[in-house]
């Protein structure tokens, strides 16, 4: 019952996680960490369709694995640095943010779709739930 | 109504003709066939952003009108296709103005339907109560 609002519940679901991810992703742009160790690596999130069920209908969308970006990252000059190694290097992360805000553009927008789609299948419910009613 | 009790189909058997006459029956095929549509869509818009994934769509209307001349409502089938349009970058194919005016239309026909089987059972009250 409601399978509906349920489909609608895994997209929410999806990219409410991709929507978390980016803002790390964001946040942590000028992590510096230093040559002896892995960059701040950004994360990607990988989405797949639910299979259908035995009806044939589709059951919404699910993140499968969150890849994580190269652990070199980019290794920067930046002797004033704390963390720079003997010949004055760190590592950056390879971070784009072009990408991440345009990423976030589209997170957010099917976000939005998902939880105007909750609402009109709620409707959709209740008009069914109302059949008879006032007689 | 009182024509078609005396010149309508057979009804299958096992089944109150009152309450399954050709309209009522229909009306019912056609709200589950709505209930599919709005559930298709629903995961139509919850792939918005999956590569690879392919919208599809809930045809039943011909179907439907093509069952009821054959006086077989409770027969109609529901065919769920893919769109076939044609993919973006990502191999995504969702459009999702497109979803969203079916989610609207899909809502509105549902009120029609619904509101129209609550004025069925109305009348069915009127003459009970005499």
């Known amino acids: 019952m409601f399978e509906a609002i349920d489909t609608s519940g895994t997209g929410?679901?999806?990219?409410?996680?991709?929507?978390d991810v980016l803002a790390n992703n964001i946040a942590n742009v000028n992590t510096v960490k230093p040559m002896s160790g892995n960059a701040f690596q950004a994360q990607f999130a990988q989405a797949q369709e639910i299979a259908a069920g035995p009806d044939g209908i589709g059951r919404g969308?699910?993140?499968?694995?969150?890849?994580?970006s190269s652990r070199e990252g980019i290794p920067t000059?930046?002797?004033t640095n704390p963390v720079a190694d003997a010949e004055g290097y760190v590592r950056r992360p390879d971070i784009d943010m072009n990408q991440q805000m345009g990423d976030l553009i589209l997170a957010?927008?099917?976000f939005q779709a998902?939880?105007?789609?909750?609402?009109?299948s709620t409707a959709m419910y209740e008009s069914a739930i109302a059949i008879g009613k006032g007689i | 109504m009182l024509s078609w009790f005396a010149d309508g189909p057979a009804q299958p058997s096992g089944r109150h003709p009152v309450f399954n006459d050709v309209t009522s029956v229909t009306l019912e095929a056609a709200i589950s066939g709505l209930a599919e549509r709005q559930r298709v869509t629903a995961n139509n818009i919850a792939n918005l952003e999956t590569p690879g994934f392919q919208a599809r769509a809930v045809k039943f209307e011909q179907n439907l009108a093509d069952a009821v001349n054959a006086h077989q409502p409770a027969q109609a089938r529901i065919d769920n296709l893919p769109t076939g349009d044609l993919p973006g970058q990502n191999g995504n194919n969702v459009n999702l103005e497109r979803e969203m005016v079916n989610a609207t239309e899909t809502g509105l026909q549902q009120k029609l339907l619904t509101n129209t089987i609550t004025s069925r059972f109305g009348w069915m009250s009127t003459v009970l109560k005499g």
């Open chain 1, 77 to 79: 000059y930046d002797p």
């Open chain 1, 12 to 19: 929410l679901t999806a990219y409410r996680a991709w929507i």
């Open chain 1, 61 to 68: 969308v699910r993140v499968t694995a969150l890849p994580l």
């Open chain 1, 114 to 120: 998902n939880a105007n789609a909750v609402e009109r």
């Open chain 1, 108 to 110: 957010q927008r099917a």
